[in-house]
């Protein structure tokens, strides 16, 4: 199969869906001449020009605002927010708004619109570029959300949440944007909704998400040479979360370990862990185990950076601390 | 002869501080090309004069408060070069202890309120700053730095009319460098004269030549003196520009090299030292010691971030709360 960058694969969604769709359009800062701040709309303004590449001003809420309006109508847009720690300026509109507009108005209404978004830590840009935010939005029900860890699902995922019919806040990793993976050729769609087994194992399950989940694979390469069986599984969802596919694993290992960059308190792990105890207790036989950052902001300080955020030493030590 | 007012000893400090500022992001610039520091850092080369023009025109107990293009402003400010080089290499030593970065420098000892890396969000702490300065009924008053792009920031409204209902000792100083990003003034307003945004909250507008350190301290200091007397806020636009890209992987290519150098032909520092020069106030000798005196601190600061300890992990949950 080709291989190619995660920024490459979602360029190729959004291209794809725009030729399949006349009502896909793209908002946001710098995505035209640019190319957004880590490329992924690269060539695009070129090609479909400035009426669906729309570059706008630094205006978070009034884009998450002018996405919804535009989808009540009919339209499909794809709204780019350059780092998930500047949605605090767009939080009213999407969750005041776009989440509610479905059920609030009693299902006559639907905003069908995606929100991408990039994460994560790693490049030492300090507080307010680094944040990994996913649980503010898991938190608003009305809203899906989506964090691939894969070119492949990258591009599959984007494309199912622009063709779904509701709000989606698909949230990529700007560790991830270079690397690269086999992506299927043609109308490659992955449905949200539904995890992956990123790898088989029968020891222990470690459920993550984004590129935690790369780092969970290293952990793993690992502990196998020490004789222990990891099975990876990546849940590409959020919400909806695929629960059934995370408690059939642990009914197998029997001892589950959650990781993510998030922070510990508050983060979603907290949830998997609730809904592994919740569906799959009897089948438990140690703890569930988190790994998540620090419940501090993202320190500058690259080595301090390096400390706050899961790598695979700590996977390592959890996955022993839930086999002992 | 343009008359030029100014003192012998303000000219001084006027051109050391330019070339602190310019100095400093050079060699900004090229550690990071070295990759001897990382992260990402916003240079405010070309902008010198806003910074250093509109500090000289309030007084050192005065408040600023900055934003992600923020080293001009702190060293304008006064801030400790080889501190805020520590900080953007993000040791120990730095002014926020290697927690903030570049992005966030700040100093309360020079009345620096810090820098956000959220576009707009010092405007409306800006304001709060100022309606504490009112309550104790202080005659200080704040500069608020912005840029063009956060003019369209709903927060920048919001503040705006509060400022102007409270009648708040704050100058609101937009930073017009003619783009955001990528995005220019004039393709994302409908104007390319942002003071204009002011008469909608009844506050006074008015333009000035951001490249000439003499005129923003002028004006600022004109609206610095309304506000001590509590007539309220002001909105001041800098015309500026910034000569490196937004950030050192900008290739540019929304902007012309020939604007670039019709920009860089109006040089703050180049054109505010031959002022002085031929004015008499300062001789060519003075200056080019200012120069070679500042490089060498700039060197000097380098040496101490480098030589200066990393933050220790354990000290990593330390500050969270107060
Ligand atoms: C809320 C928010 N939106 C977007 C960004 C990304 N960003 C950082 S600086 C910048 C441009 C800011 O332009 P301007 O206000 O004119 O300041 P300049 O960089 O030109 O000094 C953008 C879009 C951000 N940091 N915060
Ligand atoms: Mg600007």
Known sequence: MREIAYWQALNEALQEEMERDPNVFLLGEDIGVYGGAYGVTRGLLEKYGPERVMDTAISESAITGAAIGAAMMGKRPVAEIMYVDFMGQAMDQLCNQAAKIRYM???????????????????????????????WFTGIPGLKVVMPSTPADAKGLLKAS???????????????????????????????????????????????YSRTVLVALEAAKILEAEGIDVEVIDVRTLAPLDIKTIVDSVKKTN??????????????????????????????????????????PIPKSPVLEQYVIPTKDSIIKAVKEALA | MEEVNVKKEEAAKLLRQMYQIRFFEDKIMELLGQNVIDGGSHLYAGEEAVAVGSCAGIRPDDWIASTHRGHGHA???GGVISELMAEIFGKVTGCCKGKGGSLHLCDPATRNLGATGIVGANIPVAVGAALALKKDKSENVV?????????????????????????????????????GMSGAVN?????????????????????????????????????????????????????????????????????????????????????????????????????????AEVKQEIEDAVRFAMNSPWPKPEEVTEDLFA
């Open chain 1, 255 to 296: 001892r589950a370990v959650v990781a993510h960059e998030a922070c510990k308190t508050g983060g979603f792990g907290g949830e998997i862990g609730m809904q592994i105890i919740e569906n799959a207790f009897d089948y438990l036989d140690g703890p569930v185990k988190r790994v998540a950052a620090i419940d501090v």
């Open chain 2, 187 to 291: 393709r994302v307003t409908t104007t390319n004269d942002l003071y204009t945004r002011s008469s909608a909250y009844g506050v006074p507008g008015e333009a000035v030549d951001g490249m000439d350190v003499l005129a923003v301290k002028e004006i600022v200091m004109k609206y610095a003196e309304k506000a001590r007397k509590g007539e309220g806020p002001s909105l001041i636009e800098c015309k500026t520009y910034r000569y490196y890209g937004h950030s050192r992987s900008d290739p540019r290519a929304y902007r012309t090299k020939d604007e670039e150098k019709e920009w860089q032909a109006k040089d703050p520092i180049l054109k505010f030292r031959s002022k002085v020069i031929l004015a008499g106030i300062i001789s060519e000798a003075v200056c080019d010691d200012i120069r």
């Open chain 1, 162 to 208: 622009i063709r779904d019919d509701n709000p989606v806040v698909f949230i990529e990793h700007k560790m991830l944007y270079k690397e690269k993976g086999p992506v299927p050729d043609g109308d490659h769609v992955v449905p949200l909704g539904v995890a992956d087994v990123k790898r088989q194992g029968k020891d222990v399950t470690v459920v993550s």
């Open chain 2, 75 to 77: 060293i304008a400010k």
């Open chain 1, 105 to 135: 108005f009693g299902g006559k209404f639907k905003a069908p619109m995606v929100m991408r978004t990039e994460g994560g830590a790693g490049r030492t840009l300090g507080a307010h570029h680094s944040q990994s935010l996913e649980h």
């Open chain 2, 143 to 179: 500069l608020c730095y912005f840029g063009d792009g956060a003019i369209n920031q709903g927060v920048f409204h919001e503040s705006m009319n509060m400022a102007a209902v409270w009648k708040l000792p704050v100058l609101f100083i937009c930073e017009n460098n003619l783009y």
